[in-house]
Structures are given as structure tokens and as C-alpha cells.
């Protein structure tokens, strides 16, 4: 949709949160991670805990340091700082150094605070992080190393994670590639064999190695895993579901209303990326039913809770969540001209002003309880806890401005 369909209150309302969200990217977020992360000998610590008090021994993620890896690579691309470069280039070098298996492939899920390998599981998830972020580097710098690594992980899922038979992929396997009894992501998480969460990253991750890569099986691929969302993942109700057996049996009746959100602008980039009009033309239809369905989350204070389960609801009010319903809402407007939608994107963001972003300490609390008290107990920055998704909000809306 171009400008000329948009008013120029919307216009002149969408630059003003890019202003902000430029600030809060280059002043808090990234700021944060480069004054407190990074070890002086090199590559990152594990984790800042929800004290503000840094774990010097704690373990090092693979997820933490690929969606750095990402973030400042993005950043580096959108703003030139040649601060975010040397950052996204010290995140590579933990990642090929200490997190890439260089017997069997793929990477370790973690290593100990010396860099040596702790649990050597292969998750295709975080597998799946570091094609997304070596692609970037790529798309940013045109890192050679970045993308042969990023193509020889994009082999590894192919060969070892791929279902010839009946489509998707497996969730983790031992270092080897065998068989893996606990194939979770964490406690949260059903022990299946397929999840919604995994695809999504992977579609994410081959989306972004697409736009340096033109390869034949990775376009059919991608392709694929479009249509498993199509096909397999949404729900008719719009929502997106989480945990699937062999046979693509989901038993279980879940909504996440941040991955509903979230996955309705990946989905959609994805087809755009893959330039495909006709997929294009299908994924037109489906976006908006999963953004209708994932606003059923969005409450009264303008923000989005974290899920519903049966009859129980999750009203916490998580960082990464907020941050996906405003690129979600952002893009809702921007492509399908729905003006409520960038109402409820500057909503989300008032809320997180007032209440996710930390402005003492820097970065963004981890979430906001359903009783309104902020939450202390879960890290600043750790395993799960990056400036991917808040880093990527603001780039996000900061780069479809200057294209608009």
C-alpha cells in the first residue's frame, strides 16, 4: 500500500514512532548490551539477572548468541554504526568458534562461561537462529564465512531434521543426530515432534538466507513451509497451533496470542520475500484472520497477554511479546491500510514506555504480572532474554518509514 492511501495523520503519527523507537534502539537497547555484556577477553557472559546483577559463570546460549549476532548485523545494515559491526562480528566469532560442531555439524545448544562445550544437543531452533543471523551478517556486509556457515547449517536441518515423508521438521536430536528422548525447548513446552515455534524460526531464518541465497532447494523449501502454516498450523478460529505429533496431530488447545502476532508478519514477509504472486495473493487472505485472531489478547491497557490455555488465561504481559503486536499492528497497517491497527501499535507502545522499559537500568523488563507488578525474578538478558525482539521492533519500524 503506498503513501499516497494513507492520511497524513497516520503518516506524520507512524514517523513519530519511528523517531522514538530509533532512540529507544541507539540509546537503551543496544547500548545495554555492548556496556554490559561483552567480556574483555571476548565473546559475551551468560546473563544479567532480574537484579540487574551480572552472572559472570553463568552458561552462554547459542540462541542469546545468534539473535545478537542478528541484531547487531541488522543494525549495522539500517544505521551504519561501526560499534553495531564489530559487535555482530564478535557474536560470529563465539558462534563459529565455540558453538558450530566441527565434527558432526550444526551447533551445541550451550557452552560454560570458558567456551567449552555444556549441552551438546541439537536443537533446530537455535540451529535455526544462527542461519538467520549469519544470513544477515551476510546481507549486511557480504560476509563470505557468514553465508557458507549459514549454508552449511541450512544443510545440516536438511539432511538430519527434514520429514520426507510426511512433511516438517523434527524438533532436536542428540550431538550425533539420533533420536532425542526430551525434545522440549524448555519446561513450558510440550515433548513433541513437531511445533509451531521451531517452523516459525525456520521459516524466519530460511526467509532471510533467501535474500542472499537464491537456491533452488532452499526456494522450494521455503515455499513449504509457507504452505505447512497454511495447511497444518493455523487453526480455522485464525490461531496458530503449537504442538504436533509425527503425524501432524495437535491434541492440545493453546493460544499464544504473541506468536499469533508475530507470525502473522513473518508469514507475510516470507511470501514477499519469495516474490511468488500467487502465494502472495494467498497469504493476503490469511494475515489479517491471524491478526484478528491474536488481537482477542490485546487488553484495555493496550498491551497483549501472553496466553490462554483451556479456560485459563496467562495475562502476564511479556517484553517480546509487545514488541512482535507492534511490528504485527505496523504491518497490518502499513500493507493492508487498516487504520486501527497503527491506533493499537502506538497503544503498545505507550504501554511499554510506561511500563516494559526500564529506563534506571536500561534494556526491557522481562514482563509486567497480570497483578501490574513488574517482574524481577527473570533475567535482563540471558538465554532467552536478547535484543532480538525489542531491537527488532524498532528496526523494523524504522526501516519501513524510511521505505514508505
Not at 536430536?173 to 515432534?193: G, V
Not at 490462554?308 to 517480546?320: E, F, P, Q
Request: charged share 25%; net charge negative.
Amino acid at each position: 500500500m503506498s503513501t499516497t492511501d494513507k492520511t497524513s495523520a497516520e503518516l506524520l503519527a507512524a514517523q513519530a514512532l519511528a523517531s522514538q523507537v530509533k532512540k529507544e534502539l541507539t540509546e537503551n537497547i543496544l547500548p545495554y548490551w555492548i556496556n554490559k555484556m561483552c567480556k574483555p577477553e571476548g565473546g559475551f557472559y551468560g546473563q544479567i539477572n532480574g537484579s540487574e546483577e551480572l552472572v559472570a559463570d553463568a552458561p552462554v546460549g547459542n540462541i542469546m548468541t545468534a539473535r545478537v549476532l542478528w541484531t547487531f548485523a541488522s543494525a549495522y545494515r539500517i544505521l551504519g554504526n561501526q560499534e553495531y559491526l564489530e559487535m555482530a562480528l564478535r557474536a560470529k566469532k563465539l558462534l563459529l568458534e565455540k558453538f558450530v560442531d566441527p565434527e558432526f555439524g550444526g551447533t551445541y545448544w550451550s557452552i560454560n562461561a570458558d567456551g567449552t562445550p555444556l549441552d551438546t544437543k541439537k536443537q533446530i531452533y537455535a540451529i535455526a537462529f544462527s542461519i538467520y543471523g549469519l544470513s544477515e551478517l551476510n546481507r549486511a556486509t557480504g560476509d563470505a564465512e557468514a553465508l557458507e556457515y549459514a549454508i552449511k547449517l541450512f544443510r545440516s536441518i536438511e539432511d538430519h531434521s527434514f520429514d520426507n515423508e510426511k512433511d516438517g521438521y523434527f524438533e532436536a536430536f542428540t550431538r550425533t543426530w539420533e533420536k532425542i528422548e526430551d525434545m522440549r525447548l524448555s519446561d513450558k513446552d510440550a515433548n513433541e515432534s513437531k511445533t509451531m515455534n521451531t517452523h516459525l524460526h525456520i521459516l524466519e531464518a530460511y526467509t532471510c538466507l533467501y535474500r542472499v541465497w537464491k537456491n533452488p532447494l532452499l526456494e522450494k523449501q521455503l515455499r513449504g513451509l509457507i504452505e505447512i502454516f497454511e495447511n497444518r498450523v493455523l487453526g480455522e478460529d485464525g490461531h496458530l497451533k503449537l504442538f504436533f505429533n509425527d503425524d501432524w496431530h495437535c491434541g492440545y488447545d493453546i493460544f499464544s496470542y504473541g506468536h499469533d502476532i508475530e507470525a502473522s508478519w513473518l508469514i507475510h514477509e516470507a511470501a514477499l520475500v519469495l516474490g511468488d504472486a500467487e502465494v502472495l495473493a494467498r497469504m493476503d487472505k490469511v494475515v489479517p484472520d491471524v491478526y484478528k485472531a491474536a488481537m482477542e489478547g490485546f487488553n484495555e491497557e493496550g498491551a497483549m497477554i501472553y496466553e490462554k490455555s483451556g479456560d485459563h488465561v496467562d495475562g502476564d504481559l511479556h517484553w517480546w511479546v509487545q514488541a512482535e503486536t507492534i511490528v504485527g499492528c505496523f504491518n497490518i497497517w502499513e500493507h493492508f491500510g487498516k487504520t486501527e491497527a497503527l491506533e493499537e501499535a502506538l497503544r503498545c507502545w505507550d504501554y511499554c514506555k510506561a511500563r516494559i522499559i526500564d529506563k534506571e537500568n536500561g534494556e526491557w523488563y522481562w514482563s509486567v504480572r497480570a497483578d501490574g507488578t513488574t517482574n524481577h525474578d527473570d533475567d535482563k538478558a540471558g538465554f532467552w532474554k536478547c535484543p532480538y525482539h525489542n531491537g527488532r521492533m524498532c528496526m523494523e519500524v524504522v526501516e519501513r518509514m524510511m521505505h514508505m
